[in-house]
């Protein structure tokens, strides 16, 4: 009985790391939300896992600082992979509303604040932003 027990408690710690592993690989995704300490702008940031391990990336913001220096709102597309801890922001597209031209956008990272769930990644002007995870759906 107390073999079986033993087998038992085993069992379900390597279940538990498993998952634990397993949920932080895709740790980043979520809904987020940031406020932009430069210009108050609100910033939704939506990241989903796809099926082939990548991630799409959305952000909407209310004042993207390439909309007319920051008073128009816009969007922000991206894809993501991760690399160990983070997750590298790739093939970054912005678009004001209203509009139909695109500006290419250099790449980023974002790390986490695993406690926090606080994300964090340096904007082109070389400030931090961070969003604040609402939701992991």
Known sequence: MRKFF????????LALATGAVSAADDNFAGYYVGIDDKDGS?????????PDGSFKITVSSSGLGFC???RSPGFITA?????????????????????EETFKL????????????VLSIQAPQGRLNYY??????
Do not use: P, Q
């Open 6 to 13: 033993r087998l038992s408690a085993t069992a379900t710690a």
């Open 68 to 70: 007319e220096e920051g």
């Open 106 to 117: 250099s790449d980023g990272t974002y790390t986490r604040s695993d406690d926090e769930d």
């Open 79 to 99: 894809t993501g992979r991760l690399d160990g801890d983070s997750l590298v922001r790739e093939n970054v597209v912005a678009k004001c509303v209203g509009s």
């Open 42 to 50: 609100v910033d939704n940031l939506s990241i989903v896992e796809m």
């Open 132 to 137: 604040h995870r609402i939701s992991d759906d």
